[in-house]
């Protein structure tokens, strides 16, 4: 049987979202996307639904958002109940995860400059101060 119109195999999704098809099964088993219709010979088929919401879980990585939270999101955009606020809601936490994040990669940034400045860059690596600091240093 022919998949029907507007339907499309995995390869063409994968190739349609940019992302490969191991990432389209790894999704399928993680809940993110529905389990496709299949045709009479066994090939699974997708829909323009089916490339919207991978897009979405894409983007949203993009974002930052894990794949956890990408389901949370997916699960608020299908709720009645769902409003706006909600989402927004969602979205701020990020932000300020994010935030959070930033500070903690300068102060490694910071460190590692400290590291790095304190190395005087010559002789054999087991005499280097930054590998010595790194054994001596509880956190950066």
């Known amino acids: 049987m022919k998949a029907a119109i507007g339907s499309m195999t995995v390869g063409s999704l994968a190739k349609e979202v940019g992302v490969k098809i191991d990432t389209i099964r ?3 088993r993680r809940g993110l996307l529905p389990k496709p219709s299949r045709t009479d010979s066994g090939y699974r088929t997708f829909t323009e639904a089916s490339v919207e919401r991978l897009r979405f879980i894409r983007q949203a990585q ?3 958002f894990t794949l956890a939270e ?3 999101l997916l699960t608020l955009r299908i709720n009645p109940g769902t409003t706006c ?3 927004r809601k969602r979205a701020e ?3 300020v995860e994010i935030e959070q994040k930033i ?4 102060g490694m940034k910071r460190a590692l400059q400290r590291l790095v400045s304190s ?3 010559n002789g054999p690596a087991n005499q280097c101060s930054f590998l ?4 001596e240093r509880k956190s950066p």
């Open 26 to 28: 790894y999704y399928e």
């Open 62 to 64: 993009a974002l930052g």
């Open 70 to 72: 990408i389901n949370q």
């Open 85 to 87: 606020t909600d989402v």
């Open 93 to 95: 936490a990020k932000i």
């Open 103 to 106: 500070q903690s990669l300068y």
């Open 119 to 121: 190395c005087a860059a």
């Open 132 to 135: 010595a600091n790194l054994s």
